[in-house]
């Protein structure tokens, strides 16, 4: 059986005494999972993740990572194995150059300097910023920022990624890199759960959905069942993918099967139908 990389029990939170914000959430991510969150501004999304990391703690209910109660441990004793990646990377950047900043925690988690600088530059590559290597990481523009602040979490390479909304401000080409990037760490085993409401990237790049709506679950599934359900839609106000509304026009004509709304399949189920 896989074991759990994030229990959550009757998870409620608000902030100070404001309303509840998580109204009894219950979740279960196995090991080795990839998983979209979405739903509106507000949902309770970034404040659920935040769970996830022991930056907030639970009210009521738990929150269990890889088996430990996060109000039991702290918020450094858990980042060793859950990589958060910021909404706004401005929280998360405080050293005076790109490649400082991507190498903090590795010299935190104690790395001997040779391997911090094989990390470091593979990380910068990856993420397309090696030439920014010596800038300040506040010149940089808010879509570099984001993917500095994915590359300072992917470099120490923690088996939990978590990442709040990291296509806002990536133009066509860095999605597909981001992507792909999700897909080889899954295919490495890593667990991945990323807050989302760019439902094309989520059709393209993801199997199972978690769709939150006023501070609870409303849905948990596939993405071509729950992404091209319009009552769901509707209640989560996300819109449909443009491939969930062409597959209306042909229902009846092409039959489609698995993860249609991604477009290779798209375009397989219906050479399929002409023959
Ligand atoms: P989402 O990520 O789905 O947009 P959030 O978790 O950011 O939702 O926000 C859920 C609710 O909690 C919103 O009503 C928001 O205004 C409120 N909220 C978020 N952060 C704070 C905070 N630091 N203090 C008070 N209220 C907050």
Not at 62 to 78: F, M, N, P
Not at 181 to 207: C, M, P, Q, S, Y
């Amino acid at each position: 059986m896989p074991s759990k990389a994030i229990e959550v029990r009757d998870l409620w939170f608000r902030y100070e005494e404001g309303e509840w914000v998580l109204k009894g959430i219950n979740l279960d991510i196995e090991e080795g999972e990839l998983v979209a969150i979405m739903g509106e501004n507000g949902a309770g999304k970034t404040t659920l993740i935040k769970h996830f990391n022991g930056l907030l703690k639970p009210i009521r209910g738990y929150v269990k990572v890889k088996g430990i109660d996060t109000r039991e441990a702290s918020v450094a004793e858990l980042a060793k194995f859950v990589g958060l990646v910021f909404q706004n990377p401005e929280h998360q950047i405080f050293a005076e150059t790109v490649e400082e900043e991507v190498a903090f925690a590795l010299r935190n988690f104690g790395y001997d300097k040779e391997e911090i600088r094989i990390r470091v530059e593979r990380a910068l590559k990856e993420m397309n910023l090696y030439e920014y290597r010596d800038r300040n990481p506040f010149s940089l523009s808010g879509g570099e920022k984001k993917r500095l602040a994915l590359a300072s979490v992917l470099v120490y390479d923690p088996e939990i990624i978590i990442m709040d909304e990291p296509t806002t401000g990536q133009d066509y080409k860095q999605k597909q890199v981001l992507g792909g990037i999700i897909e080889r760490l899954n295919a490495k085993g890593r667990t991945l759960i990323v807050v989302t409401h760019d439902t094309e990237f989520v059709a393209e790049f993801f199997d199972d959905i978690i769709i939150m709506v006023d501070g609870r679950i409303l849905a948990r599934g596939r993405v071509e069942k729950l992404l091209t359900n319009e009552a769901i839609m509707k209640k989560a106000r996300l819109l449909l993918p443009q491939l969930a509304e062409a597959a209306t026009y042909l229902k009846g004509k092409v039959n489609f099967t698995g993860n249609y709304l991604k477009v290779e399949n798209f375009v397989k189920c219906i050479a399929e139908a002409m023959g």
